[in-house]
């Protein structure tokens, strides 16, 4: 008999950890700041759980229940003064991780979403902290649940990218003395040393504008938190593993040509194209030419050359389509009517008025009218990250990008890329 416990408990361990990424009935924890918390994700309902990305993943795969442990304020070395001083004790992530210590016994995963106010706020005390000290508590939070909860499956969620003075405030030292940047290094480096995956936005291509955030600065529209709800859904269904790191990190090369005609500039892409397939680095070929048998043209042009297999063309129509079709990288059928382009579920994705174009915002809501050079960058700002390198191909010419050179695109001829009838 004790033999045969024994057995049974081994296989309830690895069929445990076999599963992990399948959270039907399973129990969900999130710690967490206001981010995750709901703060201002509808203007004057602060906080407004039931419509956060995490609430909704774990509805879309089936869990048995997620309880929200993030609070507004608060991150690893600050809890939120007005609850600590009503309830007792520092909400502190290490003061939660102590409360919570029941529900996390009882957990099956644990979302892990801090460091906006680590980069952002000094101590309680007013003193400052380290990035070194933010990767020890890091570390030592990490160990204090898994102590808690050997078998319980952890996720390092990388929220956003914030933005102060409607610009990205990616370079920005805060009052720490660190950057954005380096805060958000720090986490990663811990989460990889700790062996926790990690679920970053930016490589779903969200987060990177300020028309993303409510209040332009850190906390998301209801949109947006659909959406990364909708991507956070696809990383556990994908063993906890991201676009990127399933088809490898790209060079996404911007390529403002008739892609379809021969040219000399065609030519220099795809030789560097093969040129990086030699040194082991992926491509993604980001293009603004609609044509409604586009699908084909690629398959055609494929079939042509011997370009890398490994190469990926991006269509920004395509992508406007169905952003989460190119989590597989699949190519949705459109089709054009008297209004602009319908995506295959029979939705109005794209408005077009006297050679104006215009994107949904909201359910009910469009942009402003954009010309065709004002719509191709205004796709690239929310397309491309800091996490991104970028090359340009345009006027014969092949050259290196900074996120912050978006500008120098020549949008000027991409009109002519578009053929409607």
Same mark, same amino acid.
Not at 88 to 107: D, K, L, P, R
Not at 210 to 226: I, S
């Given at each position: 008999?004790?033999?045969?416990?024994?057995?049974?408990?081994?296989?309830?361990?690895?069929?445990? #950890?076999?599963?992990?990424?399948?959270?039907?009935? #399973?129990?969900?924890?999130?710690?967490?700041?206001?981010?995750?918390?709901?703060?201002?994700?509808?203007?004057?309902?602060?906080?407004? @759980?039931?419509?956060?990305?995490?609430?909704?993943?774990?509805?879309?795969?089936?869990? $048995?229940?997620?309880?929200?442990?993030?609070?507004?304020?608060?991150?690893?070395?600050?809890?939120? $003064?007005?609850?600590?001083?009503?309830?007792?004790?520092?909400?502190?992530?290490?003061?939660?991780?102590?409360?919570?210590?029941?529900?996390?016994?009882?957990?099956?995963?644990?979302?892990?979403?801090?460091?906006?106010?680590?980069?952002?706020?000094?101590?309680?005390?007013?003193?400052?902290?380290?990035?070194?000290?933010?990767?020890?508590?890091?570390?030592?939070?990490?160990?204090?649940?898994? %102590?808690?909860?050997?078998?319980?499956?952890? /996720?390092?969620? %990388?929220? !956003? %990218?914030?933005?102060?003075? $409607?610009?990205?405030?990616?370079?920005?030292?805060?009052?720490?003395?660190?950057?954005?940047?380096?805060?958000?290094?720090?986490?990663?480096?811990?989460?990889?040393?700790?062996?926790?995956?990690?679920?970053?936005?930016?490589?779903?291509?969200?987060?990177?504008?300020?028309?993303?955030?409510?209040?332009?600065?850190?906390?998301?529209?209801?949109?947006?938190?659909?959406?990364?709800?909708?991507?956070?859904?696809?990383?556990? @269904? $994908?063993?906890? #593993?991201?676009? /990127?790191?399933?088809?490898?990190?790209?060079?996404?090369?911007?390529?403002?040509?008739?892609?379809?005609?021969?040219?000399?500039?065609?030519?220099?892409?795809?030789?560097?194209?093969?040129?990086?397939?030699?040194?082991?680095?992926?491509?993604?070929?980001? !293009?603004?030419?609609?044509?409604?048998?586009?699908?084909?043209?690629?398959?055609?042009?494929?079939?042509?050359?011997?370009?890398?297999?490994?190469?990926?063309?991006?269509?920004?129509?395509?992508?406007?389509?169905?952003?989460?079709?190119?989590?597989?990288?699949?190519?949705?059928?459109?089709?054009?009517?008297?209004?602009?382009?319908?995506?295959?579920?029979?939705?109005?994705?794209?408005?077009?008025?006297?050679?104006?174009?215009?994107?949904?915002?909201?359910?009910?809501?469009?942009? #402003?009218?954009?010309?065709?050079?004002?719509?191709?960058?205004?796709?690239? @700002?929310?397309?491309?990250?800091?996490?991104?390198?970028?090359? %340009?191909?345009?006027?014969?010419?092949?050259?290196?990008?900074?996120?912050?050179?978006?500008?120098?695109?020549?949008?000027?001829?991409?009109?002519?890329?578009?053929?409607?009838?």
């Amino acid at each position: 008999m004790e033999v045969r416990s024994k057995v049974k408990k081994i296989l309830g361990q690895w069929r445990h #950890k076999k599963v992990q990424n399948d959270w039907t009935n #399973k129990n969900i924890v999130v710690f967490g700041d206001s981010i995750v918390a709901g703060q201002e994700l509808v203007r004057e309902e602060t906080p407004y @759980r039931d419509a956060v990305y995490a609430k909704l993943a774990s509805y879309y795969l089936n869990a $048995h229940k997620l309880e929200n442990f993030a609070e507004t304020g608060t991150g690893q070395f600050k809890g939120q $003064h007005h609850l600590d001083h009503l309830t007792g004790w520092t909400h502190s992530f290490e003061g939660s991780i102590q409360h919570y210590h029941q529900e996390i016994q009882q957990a099956d995963v644990v979302l892990i979403a801090y460091g906006n106010n680590d980069w952002k706020q000094p101590n309680p005390d007013g003193s400052l902290h380290t990035l070194d000290e933010v990767k020890v508590k890091l570390r030592e939070n990490i160990q204090r649940i898994r %102590l808690i909860n050997h078998h319980v499956q952890l /996720v390092g969620v %990388l929220e !956003t %990218l914030a933005f102060r003075n $409607h610009k990205p405030a990616w370079h920005l030292e805060g009052p720490n003395g660190f950057t954005y940047q380096e805060m958000l290094s720090a986490f990663i480096e811990v989460y990889q040393e700790c062996d926790v995956p990690i679920f970053d936005i930016r490589d779903y291509h969200l987060g990177n504008h300020m028309d993303e955030y409510v209040d332009d600065r850190d906390h998301f529209t209801l949109p947006v938190h659909k959406q990364i709800a909708k991507c956070l859904t696809d990383f556990v @269904r $994908h063993d906890y #593993k991201s676009p /990127v790191q399933h088809f490898g990190k790209t060079i996404k090369l911007i390529y403002t040509d008739h892609f379809f005609e021969d040219a000399e500039i065609r030519g220099k892409l795809f030789d560097y194209t093969l040129k990086m397939e030699i040194e082991g680095k992926n491509v993604e070929i980001l !293009t603004f030419e609609y044509h409604a048998d586009f699908e084909q043209k690629l398959l055609d042009l494929l079939q042509n050359y011997s370009l890398p297999k490994n190469m990926i063309i991006t269509n920004i129509f395509q992508y406007y389509a169905e952003p989460l079709n190119y989590i597989g990288r699949n190519y949705v059928k459109l089709r054009i009517n008297d209004e602009g382009l319908i995506n295959q579920n029979d939705i109005l994705f794209l408005k077009i008025e006297d050679d104006k174009f215009m994107v949904p915002i909201s359910s009910k809501e469009w942009s #402003k009218r954009l010309s065709m050079g004002e719509f191709a960058i205004n796709w690239l @700002r929310h397309y491309l990250s800091y996490s991104d390198d970028i090359v %340009l191909c345009q006027n014969d010419k092949i050259q290196f990008l900074k996120l912050e050179q978006l500008e120098e695109v020549d949008t000027s001829k991409l009109s002519k890329l578009i053929k409607l009838e």
